[in-house]
């Protein structure tokens, strides 16, 4: 059993910067992040591999948000640069038991963290 833990949401202006952070009790492999927006259907953000050396990203925040990860810590991180209000949703961390960034099978979820960008 996997348990995931996130913070560092809050209130930023457009063009702004967050940094999340997901703390995970358990082994893990792949972990992603996830964001669900108001009225729409939660979406794949981000995803780090286990080693920490294969990414990947949807295209909308390609260029603006990096994912990393501290296996020592059992941390992953998403560092949210440039933010728009169209980033505006709850984001959730979520660990998949199999390791590979474009897999789907992710087991785990944390509670949600709020990002809200006003512009």
């Known amino acids: 059993q996997v348990q995931l833990v996130e913070s560092g949401g809050g209130l930023v202006q457009a063009g702004g910067s967050l940094r999340l952070s997901c703390a995970a009790s358990?082994?893990?492999?792949?972990m992603g992040w996830f964001r669900q927006a108001p009225g729409k259907e939660r979406e794949f953000v981000a995803a780090?591999?286990?080693?920490?050396?294969?990414?990947y990203y949807r295209d909308s925040v390609k260029g603006r948000f990096t994912i990393s990860r501290e296996n020592a810590k059992n941390t992953v991180d998403l560092q949210m640069n440039s933010l728009k209000a169209e980033d505006t949703a709850v984001y959730y961390c979520?660990?998949?038991?199999?390791?590979?960034?474009?897999?789907?099978?992710?087991?785990?979820w944390g509670q949600g963290t709020q990002v809200t960008v006003s512009s």
């Open positions: 979520a660990a998949n038991p199999k390791n590979n960034v474009y897999g789907t099978e992710y087991k785990y």
């Open positions: 358990g082994r893990t492999f792949t």
């Open positions: 780090v591999s286990w080693s920490g050396d294969n990414t």
